[in-house]
């Protein structure tokens, strides 16, 4: 210990070692800083682990502990391949900070009923969505503020599609679109 | 490479801005070259500071691939005058909302054809126009006194009076909603 603090003084005394040393941690620093950054955009634009929260999409989400992985890059690649059924996360049309996870029930041009039930609106009412937009609801339709509150969302807030979830292990799943067309 | 694309992702990045919906502010017929502005990521997305008055970029509500540059006239709570095409006269922004319009309200795609947009949509917010040199620094300092204007230059008082006349015709028509400071309780 004492050699390596006497071996430290020594090195200090020549000024070029001082300088190459400082130089060699601000080269680490920027390549740390660097990894930092690297890894935000991976999580960013190609997919990432999220934890999940609230009932508004129970049976298929429980209300809490569940860990899903984010698939951010397929609708950036294929804005196509939105279709009625998949689980998405998108940025609250209510709370700009909020993130929150629906169905995608309606994309744009669609007619959809507001709510069949009638406890948000007239069962009869119905909404043509208008383009660029597409309506949400959540699975838990009792529990849950979406679409039949404020209305069709424009597609530009979604953020990713749910692809799996891998927490807890005995209920790991591949998320797979469930729709089925009825003539 | 990666800290590069962070820093304009969140922090500061520049815009090339085309189109007439913002003219005179931005893109004026007296310029021959599209305006290059400064935009600011930083309060939006970490800071989440939205004011009225402030031009923003923000993603189309009606095509997903398109960024406008508006801006932002109302926020949730203000009940706000509309202009043709908008089908009621007057209209109260919902919460989480804004009313976005451009300077030129007959060439622009903005909260009078579409209505009120989610804050969520926002993307950046106009700091400085960098391009052309001779407006450089415009919009940076708001809002501009006539006073402050050196009386010799006739034409710079004239542009600089228009400017608060649009800027108080843009606020008339505005009704702010006023929101009870939560330290006033208890």
Not at chain 1, 103 to 118: A, E, F, Y
Not at chain 2, 49 to 74: C, E, F, H, M, Q
């Amino acid at each position: 210990m004492s050699r390596w603090i006497a071996n430290a003084l020594n090195a200090l005394k020549d000024p070029n070692a001082v300088k190459f040393g400082l130089k060699r941690t601000g080269i680490r620093g920027f390549k740390l800083i660097n990894m930092f950054c690297a890894i935000h955009l991976f999580t960013e634009y190609v997919g990432r682990p999220s934890t999940m929260a609230g009932p508004s999409m129970l049976p298929t989400l429980a209300t809490y502990g569940e860990i899903v992985i984010e698939d951010r890059i397929t609708y950036r690649l294929n804005p196509s391949s939105l279709s009625r059924g998949d689980l998405v996360t998108l940025k609250s049309p209510v709370n700009p900070s909020h993130i929150i996870c629906k169905r995608v029930i309606g994309l744009p041009g669609d007619i959809v009923c507001v709510d069949p039930t009638g406890n948000k609106a007239p069962s009869s009412e119905h909404v043509v969505i208008p383009k660029g937009h597409i309506w949400i609801s959540g699975d838990n339709a009792a529990n849950s503020r979406d679409s039949r509150d404020y209305g069709p969302v424009p597609i530009s807030l979604i953020q990713a599609r749910l692809y799996a979830r891998v927490w807890p292990l005995k209920d790991s799943t591949i998320f797979r679109n469930p729709t089925r067309i009825v003539e | 490479m990666p800290t590069a694309f962070v820093f304009t992702q969140y922090f500061y990045g520049l815009k090339i801005v085309s189109g007439r919906s913002m003219q005179p502010t931005l893109n004026p017929d007296s310029s021959l070259w599209r305006d290059v502005a400064l935009f600011d990521r930083f309060s939006i997305y970490a800071k989440q500071k939205y004011k009225r008055g402030d031009i923003v970029a923000l993603k189309s509500p009606t095509d997903p691939n398109r960024i406008l540059v508006k801006r932002i006239i109302g926020l949730e709570g203000d009940i706000v005058k509309t202009l043709p095409p908008y089908p009621d006269p007057e209209v109260t922004v919902p919460q989480g909302h804004a009313w976005i319009e451009g300077d030129e309200p007959f060439h622009s795609n903005d909260s009078n054809q579409f209505g009120s947009v989610p804050l969520a949509l926002i993307d950046s917010r106009l700091v400085l126009v960098v391009w052309p040199l001779n407006r450089f620094g415009h919009l940076l300092n708001k809002p501009m006194q006539p006073r402050n204007v050196e009386s010799g230059n006739r034409s710079d008082y004239r542009l600089a009076m228009a400017e608060l006349e649009r800027e108080r015709w843009r606020n008339s028509r505005v009704v702010t909603f006023h929101r009870k400071i939560d330290t006033e309780r208890s």
